[in-house]
């Protein structure tokens, strides 16, 4: 397949490319800043900039852009960075796919959202049909996946990637717990009760490959493990991994001061179960914590 791609250089992106190009697809990336090698094309997503013939006959257009929500303290500023990278690229990429000639347009759109679409669900199991919830998060993954509807309205496959919390040691949840946690000097986060919706990092690019020939799945897809656990239950396990113990629980008012904002949002419980991928056959990897962890720390 030939796919354009924007969001390459962070964590899931570089990962996705490699994937990808190992499998044989030809990838084009866009970036911000003049091209320095041929299978870079540039583009001003801020300006809403994206010549058209650099989208006109790809198979598939994957967009994975956004600024890191845990990279930076949540002030006012950081939170306009949060958003508008990611609604500004995606509104690009669909207004750019709409408006192109039918023919030109590539099939499929996978674009990236994340499970903050539910905010706080308690003990609450939740699907890909529940509404958005509340908070900053929500907030954002509701514009962020409207976005989406030019190239939807225009008939093209269009699925939104709920991803949760990948694991591997490099990227995503672990790796700023992982020294902490080798010093046994980390715990619970809260109260330990909240659940974590994770995915071993194996399993995200299995699912994000299979979903780009998926002709039959379109809309919201939640990118996460099917089996969910508590903050207190993935503590435990993650510290017998290492062999470490982790008797340290940090209190929320310690998160508060520690994270500003982003603190609310580490302590949200959400326990969100992947339907759209169960029925539709995705054979998983990692479908247990235990083994998930075991890949994300040595392989």
Known sequence: MRILMAGVSGFLGTRLVDRLTD?????????????????EQRWDPTAGQLDPAVVAGVDAVVNLAGAGVGDKRWTDDYRRVIRSSRVDTT???????????AADRPPVLLNSSAVGWYGNTGDRVV?????????FLADVCRVWEAATRPAEDAGVRVVRLRTGLPLHRDGGLLKPQLLPFKLG?????????QWLPWISLRDWLDATVFLLTAGEVAGAVNVVGPNPVTNAEFTREFARQLHRPAI????????????????????????????????AGFPWTHPELPAALHAALHD
């Open 23 to 39: 499998d044989g697809h030809q990838i084009t990336r866009l970036v911000r800043r003049s091209p320095r090698t041929p299978d």
């Open 91 to 101: 509104t690009t990429l669909a207004v750019t796919i709409a408006g192109m000639p």
């Open 127 to 135: 699907e890909e049909d529940a509404p958005a919830g509340e908070g």
């Open 185 to 193: 000097i980390a715990g619970r986060l809260g109260s330990g009760r």
């Open 248 to 279: 340290v629980p940090i209190p929320a008012v310690a998160l508060k001061v520690a994270l500003g904002g982003f603190a609310q949002e580490a302590l949200t419980s959400a326990r969100v179960l992947p339907a759209v991928l169960t029925r």
